[in-house]
């Protein structure tokens, strides 16, 4: 089953770095209360097109912020069994909650990808997540990490993200 769990968490990990990556995504007019701030190697970044929205009839949590298509952190909390609660999340908790957490930016046209996930080989990884609030039309919490990028065995790049705030309405399934 763990076997099961970690295959569906690679294949949902695929999905997002290869969906919604697009220059044309255009800001819908809801940013207004929906943001995703974060310190990015010590760099404050503020996402302007911010969404969130249940997968899996609401085992899955993803949240997303992208700055005009050149950069996203996104992060999605997987349950097999239950929904989402507040609370707080991290890879290496005793929950059963895996976390996916990723930072994308372009970098001479080629898209560049930093990630999170319970049960990586890389011991630099980390992700704290605290959902303060939520329900079924929105979310609001904080996080922080260190992201890898990696190649094989080998780790080829960190990424570390602190002071990260977000809050957006919840789009269903």
């Not at 809801?30 to 009839?57: M, P, Q």
């Not at 993803?62 to 349950?79: H, I, K, L, Q, Y």
């Not at 097999?80 to 994308?104: C, H, K, M, Q, W």
């Not at 890389?122 to 922080?144: C, M, R, T, Y």
């Amino acid at each position: 089953m763990t076997t099961k769990f970690f295959s569906a968490s690679l294949v949902l990990l695929l999905i997002v770095l290869f969906s919604g990556c697009s220059k044309t995504d255009e800001a819908t007019g809801e940013v207004g209360t929906n943001y995703l701030k974060v310190k990015i190697d010590g760099k404050e970044k503020s996402f302007s097109d911010v969404s969130a929205r249940w997968v899996d009839a609401g085992n899955f949590l993803e949240v997303s912020g992208t700055d005009s298509g050149n950069e996203w952190v996104t992060f999605t909390v997987m349950s097999e069994s239950s929904r989402v609660p507040a609370g707080e999340y991290s890879l290496d908790d005793a929950s059963n909650f895996t976390i996916v957490s990723i930072y994308s930016i372009l970098k001479d046209n080629a898209q560049v990808n930093f990630a999170a996930t319970r049960g990586t080989l890389a011991p630099e990884d980390a992700f704290v997540l605290k959902i303060d609030k939520i329900d079924n039309v929105s979310v609001k919490g904080s996080f922080s990490a260190a992201l890898v990028r990696v190649e094989g065995l080998n780790t080829l790049g960190t990424v570390t993200l602190t002071e990260g705030e977000f809050q957006s309405a919840v789009k269903p399934n």
